[in-house]
């Protein structure tokens, strides 16, 4: 199956930016790309979703090269709260099909 | 607005032992998704419906697992026997359609003896 990757952890202190960045070198032509936060033992949560360029929301921005083929999530000024991990969500093709995959997840620690 | 419901949270069974679980999407989401999430790993999709139809099953042991969605609302998935590596965390979520936005539902902690 196609992978999508990402790094393992990231550690930061409180009011710093993050940016966390997802490789996916074969997403499918028509997918989005969307990002996922996700606390212990609940399910994941929406951040922000896009197809290129830069979108950004009131929590995130996120930032899509042309040839798509990577995503950095940006989390400006983190909190103790944010301390989470974060998934990144696209339709890749795999053997002429399309397939949603998760990536392996980035475990954010924010330190005070 | 409910979000999307599953139960039980919590299972704990033998192995060899059938189980099942249960979905309630949220109301006028089209598209469901059952996934399974091991203990450090991202989900991992194992059947995708559009309305009541399977559109996507390609990562469901079809052996043991089985999925239905009646009338293309509530969901459930059922697997009969259970190993022990079957033990995760079972994720259901829904959307609008496949490319918007996830909601996902809390998840069922099955835990296989």
């Known amino acids: 199956l196609a992978k999508t990757t990402q790094p393992i952890s990231m550690d930061s202190y409180e009011g710093q930016e993050v940016n966390i960045t997802c490789s996916h070198n074969?997403?499918?032509?028509?997918?989005?790309i969307t990002w996922y936060q996700q606390f212990p033992s609940q399910g994941p949560r929406f951040i922000i979703q896009?197809?290129?360029t830069k979108v950004t929301n009131e929590v995130a921005s996120l930032f899509i090269p042309a040839d798509r083929k990577s995503s950095t999530l940006s989390l400006p000024r983190v909190s103790l709260s944010d301390t989470a991990v974060y998934y990144c969500?696209?339709?890749?093709?795999?053997?002429?099909?399309?397939?949603?995959?998760f990536g392996s997840g980035t475990r954010l620690q924010v330190q005070p | 607005e409910a979000g999307v419901v599953q139960s039980p949270r919590y299972k704990i069974i033998e192995k060899k032992q059938p189980v099942a679980f249960w979905c309630n999407p949220i109301?006028?989401?089209?598209?469901l998704y059952w996934y399974l999430q091991n203990l450090g790993q991202g989900p991992e999709l194992l059947i995708r419906?559009?309305?009541?139809?399977?559109?996507?099953d390609s990562q469901l042991p079809k052996d043991r697992f089985s999925a239905e969605r009646l009338k293309g609302v509530d969901s459930t998935l059922k697997i009969q026997p259970a190993e022990l590596g079957d033990s995760a965390v079972y994720l259901c979520?829904?959307?609008?359609?496949?490319?918007?936005?996830?909601?996902f539902g809390p998840g069922t902690r099955l835990t296989v003896l």
């Open positions: 979520a829904s959307s609008l359609d496949s490319y918007n936005e996830q909601f």
């Open positions: 074969n997403i499918a032509t028509n997918d989005y």
């Open positions: 896009g197809y290129k």
């Open positions: 969500l696209v339709g890749v093709m795999d053997t002429g099909r399309r397939a949603l995959t």
């Open positions: 109301s006028g989401h089209n598209t």
């Open positions: 419906y559009e309305n009541e139809e399977a559109v996507d």
